[in-house]
Every structure is written in structure tokens, then in C-alpha cells.
């Protein structure tokens, strides 16, 4: 098989203006990935199922990852000038100050294919794909129209994880009921208080909602 | 299916599942196959629209099992998930087990000792042989052939569950393997009753077809049944006997020679037709394979450790990064991917579940077939319900 930053360079060459990134990854294993930006990615796909060196007609694994926003931060050290009096007298006097700077990277939402090829019997190429955010821009094309394997398992990361797949022909919930409003692997799921339909009177359980409701009604 | 459904060029759309027109008067009868139907194996639905016998829509429904495995994996550490992979696919807790150990092996690069290497591959045989005889008697069940043929293949696999739990402890939830080896050592009194378990199970498969092979009511009902044309398997990606039974030559354990799986001489059988009956056929001959397997692993088990020495065990903390690791479980290609972030956590936990990723072409073979044979074509398809919903 080629490497993947052949590969990267084939996908450039034939679709032009591509948005490709390699993705390095630090484990033994060296599964290194390819980035690619959302807009192109179906045309991408295309190629890489019908070029007949790399041929990877078998997408075999299709899965949701979510990310976070991460607050990052760090001290810098700042000069100004502060007035002073200094022997009576006010001056102007420089001063190194550190200041504590908080970045928030935002989060996102990240699809991740895992493609093979049964002709040449190579792979795995890791494809991803990221969301803006991970709030009200989450959607990605969906490469179900290129690899049919593709469209259970886009449907449950779009039940599990809320990626919406432009493009997916059949996009419904598939593993929690229809009438559900979260999503159950995101990060910062919150459990319910009580898996019963009439709420339990253990200790913890009361607890659980009494915060709960007291937040809601502030 | 008349020709202009079946033609193979790649128009925009071929690979999905065609619509058929009402040929009757009158409006389509809509069913829901299940959840407690008992060709279901467990808790799954098929809505399904009749007309008259014929099915023209079929849509399978899952969750009824779903208990998020994923996410109750991320907030355990490596090794605690090791008991819940039993749970998948609870006939082959064995592959499951070792088919997770592979991708935390390949995200810490584990080095496994020979004997360890030698002990899963018989375990992984032993399961291939007990999951395929009862996946063909289940099938054979639902054809209407009540009991026999299934009580046939239920009397080898207690003889194969009799072995796990006298090494494993358990009989279905072993929890044996671990990163870095297996959990205890074989005696050569197991070894024994193993080889003489193996010399019994050729036997049984020549019963098994010659109960079954050239049976005239399994003939009819299964020739050109549910066929699966390759390049939409191959599109769909269908994984395991599914798979090989249209015909492409796919075997993890040939392709990806994990384990020591190069060492064997095996063959990989092939189906010509992709009907339900070259499904039982290619089931029937990978037993076959998988005996000669065990007979050259049984012969040649080294001695040695069975756990690596440098295995880290407490305070395990794989250096952040991902791996996606897979086996050829008896259903087809189980996969786990893992990301670590460096924590006694899995970051990101996900399995690959070849028992729902096969499902995805089961309208496409389904459409213009009889309501009987949807049963038959489930069958045929081979799924454990803990693995669909996991």
C-alpha cells in the first residue's frame, strides 16, 4: 500500500483544491490518519473507491469521536508603566506583571472511517472529518452514496453523538427510540436522576433532582 | 427479480435497495415482524409491507437490547471492559475477548508468547466449530425441521462448552484472554480431552451433512434464496461466511495473519451463488477448515509462558494515540477501536459489530421474496442480538 502521505498527495492531484491534512498518530501501531474538509469529502471518497491503485472499496468501520472544548492556559509576562511615588516624588516606573491567559479551543464533533481494500487486500486508511462545533453546525456529507456499509453506522453516530449527515438517505435514530432528545455518548451527557417512569424516594436519587430542579427554576 | 433489477452497472444509486411496484389490487399489508417473534433469536423487529405473500419493504428496527457498552467502556479502565466483551456476542465470547486484547496490544504493542498464541487459536476454532453447527441447526429450525437437527449440534457444542469451562470457568462468559497473553495456563489433561474432542468432530460434521447436504425440502427452500451479489457485499461491507458465501475471497485470518494464524495450512471455502443455501454450504466447510486448524495447532502447542513477562498490569496507561484492531470472528470482521488519552481510561471505546453491519443489505435480499423465506434469510445472515444493540 502506499503511504499516507502518498496517498494524500494522489487525493491532491485528483481532486484539486482538496482540503487534505495528515493527522499523525503517536501509538505503535501508526495508524497515521488524513484529515479532509467536509466540502470536497464525498467527491475524495469517490476516488478513493474507484482509483484502481488504491481501490479501497470496503469501508469497514464508521464511528463518532467527541471532543470537548478545551480550556487551555498560560502565563505571560506583561510590562507596563504604573505611577508611583517613589521618595515622594510620582514617577512613572516599569513594572513586570504576570498575567494568566485562558484560551478555550472550541470543541468539536469528529467522524472516523476506517476503509480497506478486499481487491488489493490493503489497509487501513483512516479517513476524519470534524464538525464546526459542537452546538448547531453539526453536519457533515454523509459517504453512504459511496460505500453502502456506511449508512447503519452513520445512523447510530448521528443517534449517539448528533453528527447530521447531509446526504444520508435514510437519517433516523436507530439504537435509542424515536421520541429521545439527547445524545447518550457525548461527553457531557448528563444520566437522568431516575431510569423509573415515577421517580424512586432513594436518598441519592431525591438529592439528584432537588439540585436539579433548583437550577432549573433559577 | 426480474433482469433489470440484478444488472451490475455501477449506475448513481445501484446500491440501494430496489423498489418493486405492486403487481396485485388493493393496498400493502404492513406487518411488524417481531420483537418476540421467535426466528429473532432475541429482541429485534422487521416492519415489513406485504403484498400478499410478497415483501416489498422491509425495515429492521434495533435498540430493543441497547445498554451503551461504548460509553460504560469509556468510564472503566482497559481491563474491566475484558468481562463485558462476553456479553457481545455471547455465543463466541472467546473471539470477542480476543479480538479486544488485539487492538490493546496493537495500541501498546504487547508482544504475546507463543503458547498464549497457540491456546487462542484453538479457543478461536473451538468457538468458529460451535457457532457455526448451531447457526446452521437454528436455521434449520426455522425452516420447520423442529429440534433435530439443532439437538444434533447442541450435543458438540456441550462438548466444546465442557472444554472452556473446565479451562475458563465459565462455559459461555469466559473472560479469559488478557493483554499480553491468557488468564491461566492449559493442563496437558485438558490438551488431552481437547485432541480428543477435535478426533470426534469429523465425524459429526459427515452426519451433519449427510442429514442435511443433499436434503431434498432444504434444496427447495434455499437454492437461489436471499442471493447477494458480490460487489454489493463487498459495497455493503458485508464481513465473514456472508461475505465469502458470494464468492470474495476475504478472510482476516489470510489477509491480516494476526496471531500466528500464517503457520496454518487452511483453506478459505467459497460460495458460488450467494444464496442461503451457499451460506450453510460455506458454514458446513469452514468447520472443516477449522479442524484441520485445530489438528496442526494441537500438534504443534509449544511450551512456555503464557503472559508476557513485561505485560504491565497495574496502572495501565497506554501512551495517548488510537488503534483499530480486528479478528475474523465467526460472523464476520469484529473490530474495537480504541483512543487513549493517556488515562487508566479508553478515551473513545467503539466496536465494530459484524451482526448489525450485515444487516444493511438484508431488505435488498429480502424484496420479492416470500414472508417464509425472510425467516430463512435472517437465518441465514447469522446475528446474536447482544452484539446488534450491544
Known amino acids: 500500500m502506499k503511504t499516507v502521505e502518498e496517498i494524500k498527495a494522489a487525493i491532491q492531484a485528483a481532486v484539486p483544491g482538496a482540503g487534505v491534512e495528515f493527522v ?18 464525498v467527491e475524495i471518497a469517490r476516488f478513493l473507491r474507484d ?9 469497514s468501520n464508521v464511528t463518532g469521536v467527541d471532543w470537548l472544548d478545551k480550556e487551555t492556559s498560560e502565563k505571560v509576562k506583561v ?65 453512504t452514496p459511496i460505500w453502502r456499509g456506511a449508512e447503519f453506522q452513520e445512523r447510530e453516530v448521528f443517534d449517539l453523538y448528533g453528527i447530521v449527515f447531509k446526504g444520508h438517505p435514510d437519517l433516523r435514530r436507530i439504537l435509542m427510540w424515536d421520541g429521545f432528545k439527547d445524545y447518550p455518548m457525548r461527553k457531557d451527557y448528563v444520566d437522568p436522576d431516575d431510569y423509573e417512569y415515577e421517580p424512586t424516594a432513594h436518598d441519592a436519587v431525591l438529592k439528584r433532582a432537588q439540585a436539579h430542579q433548583a437550577a432549573a427554576e433559577k | 427479480m426480474s433482469v433489470a433489477e440484478t444488472k451490475t452497472e455501477k449506475l448513481d444509486g445501484w446500491n440501494r435497495p430496489p423498489t418493486i411496484e405492486p403487481g396485485g ?42 445498554r451503551n457498552h461504548e460509553k460504560i467502556a469509556e468510564g472503566a479502565a482497559y481491563l474491566a471492559s475484558m468481562p463485558y466483551t462476553d456479553r457481545l456476542d455471547y455465543f463466541c465470547s472467546l473471539s470477542n475477548n480476543w479480538a479486544y486484547a488485539l487492538a490493546v496490544e496493537k495500541l501498546v504493542a504487547q508482544a504475546v508468547p507463543e503458547r498464549a498464541q497457540y491456546i487462542r487459536v484453538i479457543l478461536a476454532e473451538l468457538t468458529r466449530i460451535q457457532n457455526h453447527a448451531s447457526s446452521i441447526g437454528f436455521l434449520i429450525q426455522e425452516m420447520g425441521a423442529s429440534g433435530t437437527p439443532l439437538m444434533y449440534a447442541f450435543r ?43 478426533a470426534g468432530l469429523p465425524p459429526f460434521v459427515d452426519e451433519f451433512e449427510a442429514l442435511l447436504t443433499s436434503n431434498e425440502i432444504l434444496m427447495a427452500r434455499c437454492q437461489g434464496v436471499g442471493v447477494l451479489k458480490p460487489d454489493l457485499a463487498v459495497n455493503a461491507s458485508v464481513t465473514g461466511p456472508l461475505l465469502r458465501a458470494s464468492g470474495v475471497n476475504y478472510d482476516i485470518r489470510k489477509v491480516d495473519h494476526y496471531g500466528i494464524y500464517d503457520r496454518f495450512k487452511f483453506r478459505v471455502p467459497l460460495g458460488d451463488h450467494g ?27 509449544p511450551a512456555g509462558p503464557i503472559m508476557d513477562p513485561k505485560a504491565k498490569i497495574r496502572g495501565f496507561r497506554p501512551k495517548p494515540g488510537e488503534a483499530y484492531g480486528r479478528v475474523e470472528a465467526p460472523k464476520g470482521e469484529l473490530g474495537f477501536y480504541l483512543i487513549s488519552d493517556g488515562s487508566p481510561n479508553p478515551y473513545r471505546y467503539r ?14 435480499m429480502c424484496l420479492g421474496h416470500n414472508v417464509a423465506d425472510v425467516v430463512l434469510i435472517f437465518g441465514s445472515v447469522d446475528i446474536v442480538l447482544g452484539e446488534v444493540d450491544r
Open chain 1, 51 to 59: 482509483d484502481p491503485e488504491l481501490a479501497f472499496d470496503f469501508c
Open chain 2, 25 to 66: 389490487e388493493g393496498e400493502l399489508l404492513e406487518i411488524a415482524m417481531g420483537p418476540h417473534h421467535p426466528s429473532t433469536h432475541g429482541v429485534f423487529r422487521m416492519d415489513v409491507a406485504l403484498d400478499g405473500e410478497r415483501v416489498m419493504r422491509l425495515k429492521p428496527v434495533f435498540g430493543y437490547l441497547h
Open chain 1, 24 to 41: 499523525p498518530n503517536p501509538s505503535p501501531c501508526a495508524q497515521h490518519s488524513l484529515r479532509l474538509t467536509p466540502g470536497r469529502a
Open chain 1, 79 to 143: 510590562k507596563r508603566t504604573v505611577n508611583k511615588t517613589v521618595d515622594g516624588v510620582e514617577q512613572a516606573v516599569e513594572e513586570t506583571v504576570e498575567e494568566t491567559h485562558k484560551h478555550v479551543e472550541p470543541g468539536y464533533l469528529e467522524a472516523v472511517y476506517h476503509l480497506y481494500s478486499m481487491a488489493k487486500r490493503h489497509g487501513p486508511l483512516v479517513i476524519r472529518m470534524r464538525t464546526v462545533n459542537r452546538t448547531d453546525q453539526v453536519e457533515l456529507p454523509s459517504l
Open chain 2, 156 to 198: 458438540e457444542r456441550e462438548k466444546i462448552l465442557d472444554l472452556f469451562e473446565s479451562l475458563t470457568g465459565s462455559r459461555m462468559m469466559c473472560n479469559y484472554m488478557r493483554f499480553g497473553g491468557c488468564r491461566v495456563d492449559v493442563s496437558a489433561a485438558w490438551l488431552d480431552a481437547a485432541r480428543k474432542e477435535v
Open chain 2, 351 to 364: 466496536v465494530r459489530p459484524p451482526s448489525l453491519i450485515n444487516l444493511t443489505i438484508l431488505e435488498d
Open chain 2, 275 to 301: 444464496d442461503v443455501y451457499d451460506r450453510y454450504m460455506v458454514r458446513v466447510l469452514e468447520m472443516r477448515e477449522s479442524i484441520r486448524i485445530l489438528e496442526q495447532a494441537l500438534k504443534d502447542i
